[in-house]
């Protein structure tokens, strides 16, 4: 068992390596990958065995590996870095007016604002530390940054969305 405090268990970057630890299961499942999933689509480059080591903070991981485990989940190399935990004081709406966008239809959107669309939800991803690919939700400060780059009126964001075929339309349960 491993001890959490670095200068007891003789590793002075132990706990360093466990908050990495965490950062790369978070991002892996985040990504709904297993283990061997990440085994598998990284044709082996990253053992099963290995990557849990990482995670479970047990081994060191270098930069350059670091860097790579980065480009395969689609990430940048900082958000695999512990941080402090940040609160978010702006509350996500749930009366049933929260706007979901649908991640993956925003990848093919060619149409209209499609490129500034793209790049201000990859910054919210990288913003919120949310890389699950899938969905994102749209809170009040996001509707106001979208209204701008729709040139709609707020009230407007909803509906110009829709029309773009960009809002999630499958239950929370069942992502």
Same mark, same amino acid.
Do not use: C
């Given at each position: 068992?491993?001890?959490?405090?670095?200068?007891?268990?003789?590793?002075?970057?132990?706990?360093?390596? /466990? *908050?990495?630890? +965490?950062?790369?299961?978070?991002?892996? *499942?985040? %990504? /709904? #990958?297993?283990?061997?999933?990440?085994?598998?689509?990284?044709?082996?480059? =990253?053992?099963?065995?290995?990557?849990?080591?990482?995670? *479970? +903070?047990?081994?060191?991981?270098?930069?350059?590996?670091?860097?790579?485990?980065?480009? =395969?989940?689609?990430?940048?190399?900082?958000?695999?870095?512990?941080?402090?935990?940040?609160?978010?004081? /702006?509350?996500?709406?749930?009366?049933?007016?929260?706007?979901?966008?649908?991640?993956?239809?925003?990848?093919?959107?060619?149409? +209209?604002?499609?490129? %500034? #669309?793209?790049?201000? =939800? /990859?910054?919210?991803?990288?913003?919120?530390?949310?890389?699950? +690919?899938?969905?994102?939700?749209?809170?009040?400060?996001?509707?106001?940054? #979208?209204?701008?780059?729709?040139?709609?009126?707020?009230?407007?964001?909803?509906?110009?969305?829709?029309?773009?075929? #960009?809002?999630?339309?499958?239950?929370?349960?069942?992502?």
């Amino acid at each position: 068992m491993m001890n959490t405090d670095d200068e007891d268990d003789g590793a002075p970057g132990a706990e360093y390596n /466990r *908050r990495i630890g +965490g950062r790369l299961r978070d991002i892996r *499942r985040q %990504k /709904r #990958l297993t283990l061997q999933d990440v085994e598998a689509n990284s044709g082996a480059e =990253f053992k099963a065995s290995v990557l849990g080591a990482y995670e *479970r +903070g047990e081994r060191a991981i270098s930069v350059p590996r670091l860097e790579r485990l980065a480009r =395969f989940y689609l990430v940048p190399i900082d958000q695999l870095l512990p941080r402090e935990p940040v609160t978010d004081d /702006r509350a996500v709406e749930i009366d049933g007016s929260a706007i979901v966008i649908d991640v993956i239809k925003l990848g093919a959107l060619e149409i +209209g604002p499609a490129d %500034k #669309l793209q790049r201000f =939800f /990859r910054m919210v991803e990288v913003e919120r530390q949310d890389y699950n +690919g899938r969905i994102l939700t749209v809170r009040g400060d996001d509707r106001r940054a #979208l209204a701008l780059i729709l040139d709609v009126p707020i009230d407007d964001v909803r509906s110009t969305l829709d029309r773009l075929d #960009l809002i999630h339309r499958q239950s929370y349960s069942t992502v």
